[in-house]
Every structure is written in C-alpha cells, then in structure tokens.
C-alpha cells in the first residue's frame, strides 16, 4: 500500500505510456496500487498514508493526486459507507494485463470520484456494482478496453460533467440500476453503444453529447420509464436507421436533436414538423426533435440531480467539446444548403 519508488518513463519498457497524458500541472505520488476492504481497513489505511478527513460527511477522506501505472484493478474500495473523495489521480494499466478496473467501488456509498484522468485500463474505466449513492464527475475517461463507466446493480449514482471517449465497448453501461442521472457528460467515439440501459428503470439521460460512437448513441433494453431528453446525437450508427434504440415501457425521448433530421419547420418553432422514430419494439417516437443544436445545448444551463449531490461546476473539456460539436454542425448545415442550391 505504500507509496511505490518504481518511477514509469514513456520508453520502449511501456511502449503503451506514449499516448497517455498525465496533467502536467499535478504533482502525483507514485503508488502501486490501492485496495481497501471495509470500514476498519479503511480508517487504518488513511491513518497509514496520512490522507486528510475522518470519513465524515463534513470532512471526507481524501485520495488525491495519485499516479498509478500497474496491471489489474488500481484502486479498489469494498464494503464501506465512510464519506470519501478520489480526485486529481492518474490511472492507466499496463498491456498486457490482467483484466482489471481503473476504479473499482463494491457495496459502497457516499464516494466522491472527481478529476482523474483513467486511460489504457485493460478492463472498465470506473465499476460500481451493489453501491449506492456516488458521485462520478469530471473525470476524463478514454481509451479503456471495455466500457468507460459500468453501474451494476447500483441506485442513485450521479455521472455528470465527463469526457468518456474511444472506449472499447460502451461509454457509459447501466445493469439492473435505479435512479442513475446521466448529465452534462460528452460520450463519443467508443466501439459500441454510447450510452447502454439494460433492466434499468427511472434513469435520467439530460443534455449528453452523444456523438460519433460506433452503434446506438442510446440504447435502452428491457428497461422501463427512463427520460432521454434535451441531448445532441451526432453521427451514431451511421448506417443505421436510428441513433436510438427502445424495446422497454414508457421511456421517453423528448426534445433531443438528431444531426440527420433537422427539417422542416415551417411554422418556425425551433421543433421539427415531424417525430423522430426510436428502433426497437417499443415503436417509440421523439415527437419534439429540435430544429437547433444551439438551442438544445444552451436553452437549460443547470439541472439539480434526485438525491442533491449536484455540484455546478464548469468542466473546460465538455465545453470544448460543445463548441467543436456547434462548429462541426454549421459546417454540416452549410454544406447541406450548397448541395441543395
């Protein structure tokens, strides 16, 4: 548990470190790896590693500005409710490896994971399974062998303010989990689904990017009563019908824009004049899609998450991303009306 002595160079030792990008502006402790079981495990570690707070809702422990390159799960936290808060660390795994996570929660609530960067991990970015009440929030996660963030069987977790890019299969997975709020996040490029839903219920899916992944920018699956709404989806499944996919009961696609139909709007409402139809066995609809992804992006600034956990924080990746997003599809509207004159 220590913090580790063996310094990791981008050199022909790690071919793989090459791509990965550390913040420079961090000062990071070099760690091997952290693996923490239960409240008792967990106190004596904080007190051994000298991490501030007491696990207390006022003062939570803190995990901060770690840097950790290793093989498996890098830092995994089991069977605990203490207050605590992962921030400011850099994780990436080293190939090949055993399959493992970049974070791992198990039985765990009220953790705060902000900030990190979790890049090349040979399994899922972050895990959470039979947890309840966490936060994931403006952490970059990219480049990851399978999905970038995997809820199971969890409820009332907050995923907001992310980068999840280039992952090999989903960006973001929900498994028999309740209540999840997936907001303000930008899901794009990963080899799958965007955004996956399966035997999950009463989730929320609010103002995504949701752009460029390789099947379903959302798909939900035998999952009932979710909201997908006010979300841009750019180029998902390109050869496909629909960049969304419902066999579930009572989801709701509502005021989402969708690259491919944005005409017409002749009464000049900023909703185009017909529904936007959803693949699957649902036969669902977006009876609302938006003429604008101006106005899908910035008409709702801010939205408080069902437990209160929401934190307005500004995230300077997601912006970017929104202004490249607004400026990928004027050029795309522009090329649209010279094709047509």
Same mark, same amino acid.
């Given at each position: ?17 090459? %791509?990965?990008?550390?913040? *420079? ?18 106190? +004596? ?16 422990? @803190? ?18 409710? *203490? ?13 090949? &490896?055993? *399959? ?16 990190? +960067? ?44 992310? +980068? ?14 309740? /209540?999840? $709020? ?20 009463? %989730? ?7 752009? =460029? ?5 959302? /798909?939900?699956?035998?999952? %009932? ?25 009572? $989801? ?6 969708? $690259? ?33 992804? *101006?106005?899908?992006?910035? @008409?709702?600034? &801010? ?8 934190? =307005?924080?500004? =995230?300077?990746? +997601? ?23």
């Amino acid at each position: 548990m220590n913090a580790s002595s063996r310094i990791y160079s981008k050199d022909a030792t790690y071919p793989h470190l090459k %791509n990965v990008t550390p913040d *420079l502006s961090i000062q990071y402790d070099k760690y091997d790896s952290i693996r923490i079981n239960g409240t008792f495990d967990f106190r +004596t570690t904080a007190e051994a590693e000298n991490w501030r707070g007491d696990g207390s809702s006022q003062n939570p422990y @803190m995990i901060d500005g770690l840097r950790i390159i290793n093989s498996g799960s890098l830092i995994s936290i089991f069977n605990t409710d *203490l207050h605590f808060q992962i921030s400011h660390c850099f994780l990436s795994g080293i190939h090949p &490896s055993s *399959l493992g996570c970049g974070i791992h929660f198990s039985n765990v609530s009220n953790g705060y994971v902000s900030d990190n +960067t979790i890049e090349n991990i040979d399994g899922i970015g972050i895990f959470i399974e039979k947890s309840f009440n966490n936060v994931i929030t403006e952490n970059s996660i990219q480049r990851n062998n399978k999905e970038g963030i995997y809820i199971g069987e969890s409820n009332y977790i907050d995923i907001f303010g992310n +980068t999840i890019v280039e992952n090999g299969l989903v960006g973001i997975e929900t498994y028999r989990s309740n /209540c999840v $709020n997936i907001t303000l996040n930008q899901v794009r490029s990963n080899n799958f689904f965007g955004i996956r839903l399966r035997y999950s219920n009463n %989730n929320l899916l609010f103002r995504i990017s949701i752009f =460029n992944n390789s099947d379903y920018g959302v /798909c939900v699956e035998n999952s %009932n009563h979710n909201n997908v709404t006010w979300n841009v989806f750019v180029k998902n499944k390109l050869k496909g019908s629909s960049q969304a996919y419902d066999d579930g009961n009572g $989801n709701s696609f509502t005021e989402n824009f969708w $690259n491919e139909w944005i005409r017409p709007d002749d009464n000049k409402d900023g909703i185009v004049d017909s529904p936007y139809e959803i693949d699957g066995l649902s036969s669902n609809q977006d009876v609302l899609p938006q003429f604008s992804i *101006l106005r899908t992006l910035y @008409m709702i600034k &801010s939205i408080k998450s069902i437990n209160g956990n929401f934190k =307005n924080k500004p =995230n300077t990746n +997601t912006d970017f991303g929104v202004f490249f997003l607004v400026i990928v599809l004027i050029l795309l509207r522009i090329a649209v009306v010279k094709q047509k004159k």
